[in-house]
């Protein structure tokens, strides 16, 4: 799937919060077209690894390059250029209240891009066909269900064609059949737009329908790293532990 | 809290001249502020006007001087109680209101997510507030004035056969340029504080559904707190500059 150029590569992350270290020393490339996942238990760093890949969070130390340029050294004009090629999908979709299921979509498009109403119509029917949700267009935030917030946040972070997808726990609060979909809807994705996508997670289900290389992160620091399959048949007992936890935690849904 | 409160301040200061300006959004929020805070505030200037009109009446007769009477309502209306008065309100209902709303989309990670498109958050969501505060609430406090009046007008005929255009004529006649201007001027003052205490609250919020709890309740303490300090260093100010006793 990946056709082998460097897109992202993260050199010797670090980030305390006081005491409390949730990353040391965290490395690891992605190339072009690459699904990878970043996996590990609640509370082990990924959804801060994934903010401080886009400033969200400073890091304490370390760089992260993006398509070549070193993210933390951008001033505020190139990172806001640099983050309108990266879309986000947050944990509870962070969809804005205030705003129509339309008004969401449009919002990055009004804001950054200089495109006429009838393309913006064009890529919000676009993008709602995508995630089957064209009958919501309308609705408010406080009317979805929250399988269908993902999927507008989804969408939402789509309409920009992005080259690049950051999924923060996208599966995480759903049941395991919506999880599933969504999971599936990704991956459709993924293939159809041709993105690279870091995805973090600790459901093994989503990893193991998305992932096409996994990392796992435990007290701030990757222990393993390659294909899901490999991960979960090592005999590392530290992954045979971790693995054997997830799977009775999603009901067997490995088998 | 006040180095957290100057940063944001020198920062909102530092963006309001950098276009895009989102006049759509200011005037959005200035009417939305504007009508959710008018009722209240007309309530309680006239109650305020009929109770200080009913207050001074015996203490002017005491001293044979109920002729003064509009004259001394309307120069405490206009150069204190009204915009005092009307900011305290404002804030306990604008600033918890925006130290809610922003507080809701720090927590939930909107402001993040719009952070993440390219956009400013701090431009569109506290840029607009703080701007729409500072010009709104002048205008609410000359209407706030104006109901005063008519709430002291009506205590007055209670108890003096006194025609409105009377009243109105001696209030005119008693309230000087020196009196008015300084009154509503310093209420760009008091709308920057709510606005600015608001956002500061709202946007650096934490700690989930707490945090918003937090973040409104304090929004409103630190606001009200703030407009009676700046009120008293102002008040010096005008009387420095603007002398009234002749």
Redesign the interface.
């Known amino acids: 799937m990946a056709n082998g150029e460097v897109m992202i590569e993260i050199k010797d992350l670090h980030k305390s919060f006081n005491s409390n270290v949730v990353l040391d020393g965290v490395s690891f490339n992605v190339t072009e077209a690459e699904n990878m996942v970043v996996f590990g238990r609640s509370g082990t760093g990924k959804s801060v690894l994934l903010?401080c890949m886009?400033r969200?969070m400073e890091p304490d130390a370390g760089s992260v390059f993006i398509e070549g340029k070193n993210v933390l050294n951008l001033d505020l004009k190139e990172l806001?250029?640099l983050?309108?090629s990266?879309g986000?999908l947050?944990?509870?979709a962070?969809?804005?209240?205030s705003m129509s299921v339309r008004e969401n979509l449009e919002?990055?498009l009004i804001?950054?891009f200089h495109l006429d109403k009838k393309e913006i119509d064009k890529r919000v029917h676009f993008v709602l066909d995508a995630v089957s949700l064209l009958e919501a267009i309308d609705k408010m935030p406080s009317e979805l269900s929250g399988g269908m917030k993902k999927r507008i946040g989804l969408a939402r972070s789509i309409i920009?064609k992005p080259k690049l997808m950051l999924y923060d726990e996208p599966t995480t609060g759903l049941d395991p059949i919506t999880s599933k979909e969504i999971s599936a809807l990704i991956t459709d994705l993924q293939h159809r737009l041709k993105m690279t996508s870091i995805v973090v997670t600790h459901d093994l289900l989503c990893a193991k329908i998305i992932a096409d290389r996994a990392i796992i992160l435990d007290g701030g620091k990757i222990v393993k790293e390659g294909s899901i399959n490999d991960l979960v048949t090592s005999e590392d007992p530290l992954l045979k532990n971790f693995f054997s936890d997830e799977i009775i935690e999603n009901n067997g849904s490995m088998k | 809290m006040i180095g957290g409160l100057t940063t944001f301040s020198i920062r909102f200061l530092k963006e309001v001249f950098i276009p895009p300006y989102e006049v759509d959004q200011i005037r959005k929020h200035m009417i939305e502020l504007g009508m959710k805070t008018l009722p209240i505030v007309g309530v309680t200037g006239f109650i305020i006007g009929l109770v200080i009109a009913m207050q001074l009446s015996p203490v002017l007769k005491r001293f044979g001087a109920e002729a003064f009477l509009p004259g001394s309502v309307g120069i405490s209306i206009v150069r204190e109680l009204g915009p005092v008065i009307c900011a305290l309100i404002f804030a306990g209902r604008v600033s918890s209101g925006i130290g809610a709303e922003l507080g809701s989309m720090r927590v939930t990670e909107q402001i993040d997510a719009m952070e993440v498109s390219g956009v400013n958050p701090f431009r569109y969501l506290v840029v607009t507030r703080i701007f729409a505060t500072t010009f709104i609430l002048p205008i609410l406090t000359v209407y706030v004035i104006f109901i005063s009046l008519i709430g002291a007008y009506i205590a007055v005929v209670l108890v003096q056969n006194m025609t409105w255009a009377y009243y109105i004529d001696r209030v005119i006649f008693a309230v000087e340029f020196g009196d008015a201007i300084p009154g509503v001027s310093k209420t760009f003052v008091f709308g920057f504080i709510v606005g600015l205490v608001g956002s500061f609250k709202g946007y650096t919020a934490e700690n989930g559904t707490e945090g918003v709890g937090k973040a409104s309740t304090s929004a409103v303490v630190v606001s009200s707190l703030l407009i009676l300090i700046f009120d008293m260093v102002l008040v010096k100010l005008t009387l420095w500059i603007w002398p009234t006793v002749k």
Do not use: V
């Not at chain 1, 962070?94 to 209240?97: E, H, I, N, R």
């Open positions: 903010k886009i969200l806001n250029n983050r309108k990266i986000f947050f944990q509870g962070a969809l804005y209240d919002f990055p804001r950054n920009t």
